[in-house]
């Protein structure tokens, strides 16, 4: 079974921009998650979707948005770039029945914003 | 607000010394803690999940336990190839994220 797909894997923008990240979940999933991690503050959470409705939402603010589409797959925005934005962004995917099954990480988006 | 410690930070270890690595959570309503392994540059990798005080699992090298505030990974007779960060994030009633700790960097020494 194919694992969890993220694209891009690499992306320098440039503060102000705004960059849409894509992941592609496990085959039968209905779960998305988004997290960020920095070397500072580790993984925190994003947001999550099952779906395509938004079940839960971390503490970032308004610029970082996301989506899920029909087939599952998610897309998460994030608008007027700034340099602490430049993080590891991953992806985990997960059946989403009951919200306790174990979530698998893809290979994650490393944005790196100058 | 949920709070989890991973302890030590950083852990080197002689290739066949055994260690724990610990987790303590303040987290209401426990609906299960998760254990994960991440290599530098990739996404972590699922290990396990524990959904109750007393439980325990096994997987090759590695144990998890869990009481109902710590739980810990024990590593039995490291190989080089244990080294990894290793993360552990429980998980709310009513909610759909998990919290992580900051993780604790496994270097294993041949």
């Known amino acids: 079974k194919a694992g969890v797909t993220q694209t891009p894997r690499y992306l320098i923008k440039t503060r102000g921009q705004q960059v849409t990240l894509s992941c592609s979940p496990i085959?039968?999933?209905?779960?998305v998650s988004w997290y960020q991690q920095t070397p500072g503050q580790g993984l925190q959470f994003l947001f999550e979707?099952?779906?395509?409705?938004?079940?839960n939402k971390g503490n970032f603010p308004g610029r970082f948005s996301g989506r899920q589409f029909s087939n599952s797959r998610s897309e998460m925005n994030v608008s007027t770039l700034e340099l602490g934005d430049s993080a590891l962004y991953l992806c985990?995917?997960?059946?989403?029945?009951?919200?306790?099954?174990?979530?698998?990480f893809g290979p994650g988006t490393r944005l790196t914003v100058t | 607000e949920d709070q989890v410690t991973q302890s030590p930070e950083a852990l080197r270890l002689q290739e066949g010394e055994s260690s724990s690595l610990n987790c303590s959570y303040t987290?209401?309503?426990?609906?299960?803690l998760f254990w994960y392994r991440q290599d530098p540059g990739k996404g972590p990798e699922f290990l396990f999940t524990?959904?109750?005080a007393g439980e325990e699992k096994e997987k090759e090298r590695l144990k998890a336990t869990l009481t109902k505030k710590e739980s810990f990974l024990h590593i039995t007779a490291p190989k080089p190839e244990d080294s990894a960060t290793y993360l552990c994030?429980?998980?709310?009633?009513?909610?759909?994220?998990?919290?992580f700790g900051k993780g604790t960097k496994l270097s294993v020494i041949p």
């Open positions: 985990a995917s997960s059946l989403g029945g009951t919200g306790v099954e174990e979530q698998y």
């Open positions: 085959s039968g999933h209905r779960s």
């Open positions: 979707y099952f779906s395509e409705t938004q079940r």
């Open positions: 987290v209401s309503g426990l609906r299960g």
């Open positions: 524990l959904y109750s």
């Open positions: 994030a429980p998980r709310r009633a009513g909610s759909y994220q998990l919290t």
